[in-house]
């Protein structure tokens, strides 16, 4: 966003999507340590907090970028074919 987009926006909008993002950073964060979906909350809180900051814009674009070549590779199937060629006689015949 340019410098007047941002001057167009209330003041209790940008200060909402500042609380807003921090708090659902924090939570994120915090859900990397425990039983949840960081790698949902936290996305989410750069795009909240990216409206205001352009770290929070730069970060998410990184993430994106890192989980677009995360799931461009794919693993390569021959290894468990051949484990399934290797086990498959000996086990129907025991």
């Known amino acids: ?3 007047l987009q941002l001057s167009s926006r209330s003041p209790l909008r940008r200060a909402t999507d500042v609380l807003l993002g921090s708090l ?3 939570v994120g964060v915090l859900l990397i340590f425990t039983p949840g979906p960081a790698s949902l909350v936290i996305p989410v ?3 909240l907090l990216g409206r ?12 994106r970028r890192k989980l ?6 794919r ?13 498959g006689p000996a086990t129907r015949a025991a």
């Open 68 to 73: 677009r070549n995360l799931l461009r590779r």
């Open 24 to 26: 659902t950073l924090v």
């Open 52 to 63: 205001e900051f352009r770290w929070a814009r730069q970060s998410s674009l990184v993430l």
């Open 75 to 87: 693993p390569d199937p021959a290894p468990i074919r051949r484990l399934h060629r290797s086990r």
């Open 45 to 47: 809180a750069l795009a």
């Open 1 to 3: 966003m340019s410098r």
